[in-house]
């Protein structure tokens, strides 16, 4: 991996996996919007209703977490901060949990750990060199273990690695851009392997894919850089297949001092164990679109800072596809806060049922440059 690539401006992608076979009822999605903090309160409304989270990261649409009910999980918890997490997962090692999320930004941990899980025992490395990394996922797929959660934080990757019977083979690739890694994807499927992760850093994309258990022949899609959420994920919900996995990355990691947890949700009385769906996919066009940035286009400090900003041209509006371009309306629902699916009205999921644009949060101004113009 070249890490000279961290200049890459688009590490903070939303990737989405959607996945058919899986048991999820009453899904649900939100996002922070870009530069926003963790919305908490979201977690314990969704957890009041029977939801958990099942996978969240951090993207170009902010923090974004997907829960759901009828997943297998029988208890979580997780923790918020700009500290280390390690002490707490060896704490909630102890208590019987195991790691089903792990994501970061520039600033916080988000980690999840949720009982119910086929797990028998978890191990995570993080290192910059990933000949030592790729050294120690041997040792472990020797041992019965295989790659449950990954996450780019910054000059180095995260690998959680879970024993399990889930699972009867597994890999992982690199893929330099979007079209590399779709075609390795269908390559992929076509052997009977499936993607369970999706992730993006240092200028690469990383995936893992397995083979399971179950035998069962299931369908994928995934998407990266998705801008309107709600026209990706709904035809897929239509279509019975749910998001199986949120994957993002960004540039660094600047640890600092704030803590905040989350607490245990308890038992809902849910099955102990989560039986994943396999096989085979559909290889259809069910790719999605994404895209990369170019790193030369980005400039030093001393060269750009005089420059018209480069994302709103010099207008200083929130400017770019789906975004408000200045009025400060949500995009999606045009400022309603409410959007119509199959002639049923529900809440604007972008915005949260605010109205405003998620990635302005209502301002108008561009992000940026805080709507100066200037870069």
């Known amino acids: 991996m070249s890490f000279c690539a961290l200049l890459t401006f688009a590490q903070d992608n939303s990737i989405i996996l959607t996945q058919s076979g899986l048991p999820y009822t009453y899904q649900t999605w939100f996002s922070s919007g870009y530069g926003n903090d963790l919305q908490t309160d979201k977690i314990k409304q969704y957890w009041d209703d029977n939801r958990y989270i099942t996978s969240a990261a951090y993207t170009l649409n902010g923090w974004f977490v997907t829960m759901t009910r009828n997943c297998g999980f029988t208890g979580q918890t997780y923790y918020y901060s700009k500290n280390s997490p390690w002490d707490w997962v060896k704490e909630k090692w102890d208590e019987g949990y195991y790691l089903t999320t792990v994501a970061s930004n520039e600033q916080k941990w988000f980690f999840v750990m949720s009982k119910g899980v086929n797990y028998t025992s978890q191990s995570y490395w993080t290192n910059s060199s990933w000949s030592e990394m790729s050294g120690w996922i041997k040792e472990k797929w020797d041992e019965g273990y295989y790659i449950t959660q990954a996450s780019?934080?910054?000059?180095?990757?995260?690998?959680?690695?879970?024993?399990?019977?889930?699972?009867?083979?597994?890999?992982?690739?690199?893929?330099?851009?979007?079209?590399?890694?779709?075609?390795?994807?269908?390559?992929?499927?076509?052997?009977?392997?499936?993607?369970?992760?999706?992730?993006?850093?240092?200028?690469?994309?990383?995936?893992?894919?397995?083979?399971?258990?179950?035998?069962?022949?299931?369908?994928?899609?995934?998407?990266?850089?998705?801008?309107?959420?709600?026209?990706?994920?709904?035809?897929?919900?239509?279509?019975?297949?749910?998001?199986?996995?949120?994957?993002?990355?960004?540039?660094?990691?600047?640890?600092?001092?704030?803590?905040?947890?989350?607490?245990?949700?308890?038992?809902?009385?849910?099955?102990?164990?989560?039986?994943?769906?396999?096989?085979?996919?559909?290889?259809?066009?069910?790719?999605?679109?994404?895209?990369?940035?170019?790193?030369?286009?980005?400039?030093?400090?001393?060269?750009?800072?005089?420059?018209?900003?480069?994302?709103?041209?010099?207008?200083?509006?929130?400017?770019?596809?789906?975004?408000?371009?200045?009025?400060?309306?949500?995009?999606?629902?045009?400022?309603?806060?409410?959007?119509?699916?199959?002639?049923h009205y529900h809440e604007c999921g972008p915005c949260h049922g605010t109205g405003k644009c998620n990635f302005c949060n209502g301002t108008g101004r561009c992000k940026h440059c805080n709507g100066t113009g200037r870069g």
């Open 152 to 343: 780019y934080i910054g000059e180095k990757w995260l690998i959680v690695m879970s024993k399990t019977t889930d699972y009867s083979a597994q890999g992982y690739f690199f893929a330099n851009n979007y079209n590399e890694l779709s075609s390795s994807a269908k390559n992929k499927w076509n052997e009977g392997y499936y993607m369970t992760i999706i992730e993006y850093g240092d200028g690469e994309y990383f995936a893992v894919f397995s083979k399971l258990s179950s035998g069962e022949t299931i369908s994928q899609s995934f998407n990266c850089n998705i801008t309107d959420i709600n026209d990706f994920v709904n035809p897929e919900w239509d279509n019975n297949k749910f998001i199986a996995y949120i994957g993002g990355g960004y540039k660094k990691n600047v640890p600092s001092e704030e803590t905040e947890t989350g607490t245990e949700t308890g038992n809902f009385g849910y099955n102990n164990s989560y039986s994943f769906s396999s096989g085979l996919f559909n290889n259809g066009n069910n790719y999605g679109s994404g895209s990369t940035a170019n790193p030369s286009s980005l400039k030093n400090n001393s060269s750009h800072i005089n420059k018209k900003c480069r994302f709103c041209t010099g207008s200083g509006k929130c400017s770019g596809s789906q975004r408000c371009r200045g009025t400060g309306k949500c995009n999606y629902c045009n400022g309603q806060k409410v959007q119509s699916t199959s002639g």
